[in-house]
């Protein structure tokens, strides 16, 4: 957002070439060719607790893009986007396990699914706007959750149903390491496409609903179209992130995609930034290195002696789950625009290093 | 500015060189998954502390015949993703053999790992669908071959539940069938003996009514006992635990039901018959242990052990408790066999638990009932014990009623 409307002077761009790249400079595209190359050695460098942290990264912040793109780029409001998640996640193993389909072809497939069932309970958006439309997909949210409790035939019901590991002739990616690769090209996937869409017709008149829809009618954009294929795209991109969950843990359970999931969605692009796509991956990164760091400062007490008796332990578990409510408030306190915005800010001092203004 | 990244440097590098610290060479890791913050926390913590009692006097007098457990006990508050990165943690770079785990949350998500890592998990998720770890039983999805636990399952406790109201409605000299419902959330863990369990009631001759859905958090819950109460149904199994049975009780007695209530192991104990006063009375449920105050041989045991957290004795455990303890014991022997047979690894814990028949871990005599584990069925008790527990103005009492074997039915393996 700042990026679009804050351009510090000196910056003039003189061809819509220029003024539509991905990337702003050539270095920051090399870093991140250079970026990715080094990630794709990660499996040989770190162990399995940080390859799975990046796989909970790239499936989380493939969904969460989704739900920037609704919330940060087109206004409108979400909170079932934890229960597309879920529906991906059991449309591509009900594919798989149900008429065989390889699981490369399900994931897809399980996010079109996803996609028209996110655009079902989309349909009220192009009516109703705010927090009518936050409490008509909160209902999305509700009777989604009951259907994987009830849809024997689809989730398994309460035994949960089993999906097999993503394979691509004979080789089966079923381990951290392996995995690690899918994921991060589902990820770098995404994230590009995210980007493209945002720089194409459709993701301008995203843009133009969020940020004056009398406005954008009057310019000749169809609002109920744009809202409506908004929704369908956040739940695309929620059904890829949970048909790679569920392929990457081999089985779904109805546990877990709870409100508390769509919550912390939302948490992850407010964080992040709304309406930035690196914003949002910054938030998803943030978020699920938050716990992880508060669990290690209470391992870090465990092993001194005064610090290892359970009255101690358990009473840091309890400062641990408020802390992670904490600085999220924190956050929104000092840093009302996320985390892009504050990253965008760090970029300009260097920029202009020692005359900032 | 500057004193602040020193300091969070500081603690960066300190928290990287204790993560890779050297364990030492005779000891082996058991990782520790507890809701103690959690929705589940209610019984969580009970159960958690019977764990991680039990590890730790394992370890002062002795460990596993000399070797020493290390352990680390997480508070994952019910959430998948810390559950599978704590896993992965402790897999990856403690070598972790066998996991004390808790509920249907990261015991699901976990089975695909555990099964490829040959890591055995002891979880407190009595699920049926977890007793088949070959896959027998077409209803099963995903064969959970290290999944253990210590108790009936889910389905099987409320088909010794079912059992026992068939003969009570004899005793009682009740006329016609009796009518039967499941009360509890739409949710994994009050469903998994949903099904399992109407079946086999139908099979009794009880008239099975549609199920009512009853919220797992506390709330009023009038208009479901008014539908109750309109069905005539005389037993109603509670799949839920905690505040929510609390709730059903009160609403139900206000309403004025006549139904017996039986529920699932978690949701019946001594804190909530405190909790809910008046209400409760005649309260059916089951349990896998005797109670604190029982004079069971092994009862002496378990008080040691106690005295880890509480060194008083003063405080009284909950038999979830217990369970957590017969839990981490089982675990312990299986250890034991597969460190003189191998060496501790989770492939010959597994072998470990298979070797013993009818086995009670020593010095837990009348404490833990006797349990067969065999490699094609991991129903390790088929034995249930029925209580009822009673308000009394106050004087809270659980006394036994009756004890339950149920067969090893093939179809009833995994479901």
Known sequence: MSSLTMRPCGDFRTSYKQDNTIYETKTIRNVAIIAIALLCCAPFLVDAYFLTLFIQISYLGIAALGLNILVGYTGQI??????????????????????GIPVLLCIPIAGFLTMLVGMLFGLPASRIKGLYLAIATLAAQFILEDFFARAQWFTGGSAGSSADPVSIFGFVFNTDRSFFYIALFALVFMYIWGCNLMRSREGRAFIAVRDHYLSAEIMGIKLNKYRLLSFGVSSFYAGIGGALYAHYLGYVSAEGFTLFMSIQFLAMII??????????????????????????????????????????VDGLAYIKEMAIGLVIILFLIFEPEGMAHRWAQIKNYWKFYPFSY | MHNKLKLSSVFVCCSLAMSNHVIAQDSVFVGHLADMSGPTAFVGKNYADGVRDSLAYINENGGISGTRLESETIDYAYKVPQAIASYKKWYSRKKMVAMQGWGTADTEALISFVARDKVPVFSASYSGHLTDPTGKNPHTKKPAPYNFFYGASYSDSCRGLVQWAAEDWKKKGGKGNPKFTHLGANHPFPNAPKEACAEYATELGFDVQPAIVISMKPGDFKAQCLSLKSSGSNYGYIGNLGGSVLSLVKSCNTVGTDIQFMSNIWGGDKKIF???????????????????????????????????????????????YIRGVCSTFYMKEAMEWAKENGGITGENIKKGMYVKKNWVPKGLEGVCLAANWSKDDHRGVNQVNIYKGNYNKGNVTAEKVSVVTLERRDDWLGY
């Not at chain 1, 709304?274 to 760091?293: A, C, N, Q, R």
């Not at chain 2, 008046?278 to 005295?307: C, H, N």
Request: net charge negative.
């Open chain 1, 78 to 99: 979400s909170l079932g986007h934890g229960a597309f998640f879920g529906f991906g996640a059991f449309a591509s193993a009900w594919l798989n396990m149900s008429f």
């Open chain 1, 271 to 312: 964080i992040g930034g709304l309406g930035s796509i690196k914003g949002t991956l910054m938030g998803v990164v943030f978020m699920v290195f938050l716990p992880e760091v508060l669990e290690s400062g209470v391992g870090l007490m465990k092993m001194t002696d005064w610090g290892n008796i359970p009255m101690v």
């Open chain 2, 274 to 320: 405190n909790a809910a006063g008046e209400g409760i009375k005649d309260y059916i449920f089951p349990t896998m242990t005797p109670f604190w105050e029982d004079q069971a041989p092994g009862m002496k045991l378990v008080r040691e052990i106690s005295k880890q957290s509480d060194p008083s004795g003063q405080e009284q455990r909950v038999h979830h």
